[in-house]
Each structure stands twice: as C-alpha cells, then as structure tokens.
C-alpha cells in the first residue's frame, strides 16, 4: 500500500511563522542521561567524547524512547529505517506528524523548548536546516564515519550534514502517456497539455522549488539565476501543459497527474509500489536539467533524549543506515565513500535512475536569492 505523502520540505524560511500551539507536558528527566564518567549526553559532541558507541547505547536504552517527527514510512525507506533501530536496540521511536514539512519541525523545536514531547532529531530540507543552525536551537554532534561526509555536505562544526537526496526527475504513466518525457524541453510539446504536475507548490515544497532550479539550469539559467526556471513555468502554463494538482501516488493511480516532477528517489520508489497495480510508472533524469539536493539530519539542542538522538544519528550513517536509504532509492551522503570501499549495497546502487557528472549545489547566498525569486514570481508565472 502506498501512503500518501506531503512531506514538502518547505523551503521559503520564514512563510510558516505560527508556532504550533501545543500543551506543556514537563520536562523529561531523561535529559541528564550520562556515562560512567558523569559526561552528559545533551553535551556530548560525539560517542567517544560520552565515552565510546558501549556507554551510549546503554544511555539511550534506558531512555527508551527517540521523538522523531516528518517522518513518512513511504518516504526513503523510513518505515524500515525506524523498524530496524528498534529492533537493534529495543528503542521506540515516536514519528509525530509523519506528513508534516520542515517549517514544523522547526516550529516543534521552538515551542517545546523543556518538553518531553520536543522531538529529539530532525531530517530538514537543506536551507531550513541551514536556518536552524543559525539561529542557535541545533546541538553539534560528529558521527563515528563523520570524515565519510563530503565537506561540502555537513557544518564543520557539527550542527548539521546532509543525509541523503537525489535528482529532480520526471516520472510518468507509460501506459496513459504514449512518449515519456525524458527532458525539460520535452514537457512543452502539445502533446502533454494538462499532463505536467509538481509534488507540491515551491514556495512550499522543496522538490518541486528543486523542480524550478532544474528547469533553470535546463534552459540557461544557472545556480545564480532561477528566473528562466519560473519563466519556463510560465511558458508550460501559456502553452496549457501544466498541471496545477499537486502530484502525489493517490493522483498518479487516479490518472490526474501522469507526468510529475519529482526527487528521483521518490519516483523510483513509486515506480516498484505502482508495478503491483498494473501502473507503468517510467523515471527519467532530464539530462538537461540535472539539480540535486540533499535533506540533513540534525539533533536538538534541548533533545529530552539526548542519548538516544546521538544514537539514532550513528545508526543513520552506519554501513547499515546508509544502505537503508539506498535501499529506498534514495542518495546516502555517504555513497561515494561506500563504493570506495566496497561496503555500498551494489544491488540497490543499480536500481538509482541513471545520472552523468557530479550534483552541483548552491551556497546559502544562491538559495536565499532563489527563494525569494520565487516567493515574488512563483504566483506571477502560473497566474
């Protein structure tokens, strides 16, 4: 069964300002969790400095608990991810708000300040999660494979590092479409008019804000300069080819949106779940618009579980972990280093949507520009 999933990784920081209005539940007395040592686990920056891997499983076990949140079971394999670490070490994970965004991840963060139901981790969208970290509410922590991340993919400090991610890509029902779209240029062709949907509105969404990056870049734009993507929007909205219904697998499956951009990953994994149903669901890569972009973990700085979210961190970039996300489709940050070694999961490694060069990201700077381009014009170019 497919569950329906809206987790937009919003990336507009600052569109979503109302704080979620919840009860206070007390603070937890899990947050003193120490080693034999007394070194506290809310300070911990990484296992060896709470006293190696042996005293921090011990300390999160007898938190018992990991308060996660926006976290979809059908997303990059979370549903297995979260069912493993339990297994593993007999910790229950608590997933609040599985469809939530990223705006509410932060927002939890914030506003349970002291609480036991704070959430201990967050997986956020890139530049919520470079937003998170300036504003002083992430704690820094260094997994054990912590030099396996690329540089350019985590806070040198530790306040973040990307987990996993992919490349905006464009599926498609091969049996309600005749000729699958494989590039950008190919969605203005007539023959798609009313076909071409995005996972979500990117004011709101990352992948579909991913979406008009890559547009961008296919039709000279570059990281600097997202305009051409929103003119390229406009122009599939002239020319009567976009869908303005969020895509997502309940309106693949009714045939209201046959051709959806959306993170490869996504896709992909959609594709294997759709097969069951007799949906042909193709995934291409747009060789001419190729954007990619990673999701990044982090751990709250007042985590009620701050044991079990150091734990929870180790175990996601693992050999194990990472091959987790792999198995999902999904990117793990850690990829290239695991092929390296030859610890990757080379049957799961086959099955990602075949792309060519290395991901090229944008800075803070570029994003925040981005953003707000699309923020003024987003409306403007679909209207």
């Keep these: 069964m497919i569950v329906p999933r809206v987790r937009t990784a919003a990336v507009a920081v600052g569109l979503t300002t109302a704080a979620l209005a919840l009860t206070a539940c007390g603070s937890s007395s899990d947050s003193t969790a120490s080693a034999g040592g007394g070194k506290s686990a809310a300070t911990a920056t990484s296992a060896a400095d709470f006293g190696g891997m042996d005293a921090l499983v011990a300390a999160a076990k007898k938190e018992g608990t990991l308060n996660a949140i926006a976290l979809p079971s059908d997303w990059a394999n979370y549903g297995t991810i979260i069912a493993a670490f339990e297994k593993k070490y007999g910790i229950k994970v608590s997933d609040e708000n599985p469809d939530g965004a990223s705006q509410d991840e932060i927002n939890a963060i914030t506003s349970r300040k002291g609480q036991s139901r704070a959430p201990d981790v967050v997986d956020l969208g890139n530049s919520f999660a470079l937003s998170a970290a300036s504003q002083g509410i992430l704690a820094p922590y260094k997994v054990a494979t912590w030099d396996d991340i690329p540089a350019n993919q985590k806070d040198a400090t530790g306040l973040r590092y990307d987990d996993y991610g992919g490349y905006v890509s464009i599926g498609c029902d091969a049996k309600q479409v005749k000729e699958c779209p494989t590039t950008f240029a190919d ?43 929103l003119d390229f929007f406009h122009k599939l909205k002239q020319n009567g080819n976009f869908n303005p219904v969020e895509s997502t697998p309940a309106t693949v499956e009714k045939g209201e949106t046959p051709i959806s951009i959306d993170w490869d990953y ?9 097969a069951a149903k007799g949906l042909d669901w193709k995934v291409s890569v747009p060789s001419d618009g190729q954007y990619a972009q990673y999701y990044s973990q982090a751990i709250n700085k007042y985590a009620p579980h701050p044991a079990a979210a150091r734990l929870w961190e180790e175990f996601l970039y693992s050999t194990e972990g990472q091959n987790l996300w792999l198995q999902g489709f999904s990117r793990p940050a850690e990829l290239p280093a695991m092929l390296e070694k030859g610890t990757a999961d080379k049957a799961a490694a086959a099955k990602l949507p075949p792309v060519t060069g290395s991901p090229k990201f944008p800075t803070t700077a570029q994003v925040d520009a981005a953003q707000k381009a699309v923020v003024a014009g987003w409306a403007k170019a679909i209207g």
């Design 266 to 274: 996504l896709n992909a994994g959609y594709a294997k779940e759709f």
């Design 187 to 229: 969605l203005l062709k007539p023959e798609y008019k009313g076909q071409v949907a995005m996972n979500g509105d990117p004011t709101k969404s990352g992948s579909a804000f991913g979406g008009v990056f890559a547009a961008a870049l296919a039709n000279g734009g570059s990281l600097a300069d997202i305009q051409p993507g």
